[in-house]
């Protein structure tokens, strides 16, 4: 789908997503991967991109024809209306390599995409093909990390700080549980953990009670204004996109195979990769750093929806001597939500599954739309809500 449109593969029924351009103007196209599962090479035929952002951090602007985008990752690129006036294909083309379940049958590289239409250009269905110049779909990658350069340079500390205090995270080969419930489920392990939250008992919640078992899968860091580092480790050929929540991190390196001490200088220290999200590549490393600037309890997990309902996340409690856990817990807006979220389950709404990480429901969106009864005696849909929150539409 492509801003909600997309025709199916044979054309016989939905609508083509369609940009009208005008001959000599550029365009600024936001390009965001909201997948469940699928990550992309991008595509203008026959014209360039450049891109000028990644997660929202400008970069040093570079032109590309392909851009691979995964899962939860943003680009803004430019594009100029360059070309004879006609209509032109906008091109998703999946990675299959990075897929560990069947892919879906249209592969981007036939007639259901999106349309560039120039001005002047009549309404018909383009002819243009996605060239030559990329052959190999099969991959499962990043873009380059030496294109991504900050525009504005920032240091992410040095080799030595690192080889002082990295830690390796491995994200564990999925596994098949029984639980209690619902019969099987695959879960994902990431540092020795499968993420399970209680909903009942929020992280912040238990900072403020002083109950720290009660925190699921989390990395105590404890000193603020602290360069932190991590090698995440994939011990399984699947790649995975991972996100952290309350930092752009430095991207520092990736690769295949198991990353050693004797590789540290090949680290990019003086102004490297600065976003939110970056493929870790199937039996390959990603390394992250961060400055614990910012005192809260943040989410780092898979970007892939299955992935991370099976629990591939952790927390990192965030300097908790300056989370003001007690004073949120105490305020009306923390009781309400509890309120309200009891009743909501009380009313017969979606309820956690064992073996669930708490950060995707699992249950079909008919059951997740049960009423919500709040205090006030109003009933209202639960996902109204969400749409309310992120301007989605079902």
Request: charged share 10%; proline share 5%.
């Amino acid at each position: 789908m492509l801003n909600g449109k997309n025709r199916k593969v044979d054309l016989s029924a939905g609508a083509h997503a369609l940009w009208q351009v005008t001959s000599g103007q550029k365009y600024l196209f936001r390009l965001i991967n909201s997948a469940a599962q699928n990550v992309w090479w991008m595509h203008f035929d026959n014209h360039n991109m450049t891109v000028i952002a990644a997660d929202n951090v400008p970069i040093v602007p570079y032109t590309t024809n392909w851009l691979a985008i995964g899962n939860g990752q943003r680009y803004d690129v430019v594009i100029t209306a360059n070309q004879a006036v006609g209509n032109y294909f906008f091109r998703a083309v999946s990675q299959s390599s990075c897929a560990d379940i069947p892919l879906c049958s249209n592969t981007g590289l036939g007639s259901a995409n999106g349309i560039l239409q120039y001005s002047g250009a009549p309404t018909t269905l383009p002819t243009t093909s996605p060239g030559t110049s990329r052959t190999n779909f099969a991959t499962c990658q990043d873009e380059p990390l030496a294109s991504l350069v900050p525009y504005v340079p920032k240091s992410a500390g040095s080799s030595s700080a690192f080889s002082a205090s990295v830690s390796t995270l491995p994200v564990s080969p999925v596994k098949t549980v029984q639980t209690s419930d619902d019969g099987a489920v695959y879960k994902w392990f990431l540092n020795g953990n499968a993420m399970s939250v209680n909903w009942n008992q929020p992280t912040i919640q238990s900072l403020a009670q002083g109950n720290n078992t009660a925190i699921s899968n989390a990395i105590t860091l404890p000193n603020g204004n602290t360069w932190v580092y991590f090698v995440i480790q994939n011990q399984f050929p699947t790649g995975h996109p991972m996100h952290l929540h309350g930092h752009d991190f430095a991207l520092l390196g990736q690769g295949t195979g198991s990353f050693s001490s004797s590789q540290v200088s090949s680290l990019n220290f003086a102004n490297p990769t600065r976003r939110d999200t970056a493929m870790l590549l199937g039996n390959g490393y990603t390394i992250i750093g961060f400055i614990t600037d910012n005192p809260g309890a943040w989410l780092m997990h898979c970007h892939i929806a299955w992935h991370v309902d099976g629990g591939l996340a952790l927390q990192f409690v965030e300097v908790p001597s300056q989370i003001p856990a007690a004073n949120w817990v105490a305020s009306n807006g923390f009781q309400d939500q509890c309120i309200e979220y009891s009743a909501y389950e009380a009313a017969g709404g979606a309820k956690k599954n064992d073996g669930d990480s708490g950060l995707k429901i699992r249950q079909a969106y008919d059951k997740l739309d049960s009423a919500m009864v709040r205090r006030s005696g109003h009933k209202r849909k639960f996902l109204d809500a969400y749409k309310a929150r992120h301007g989605v539409h079902f």
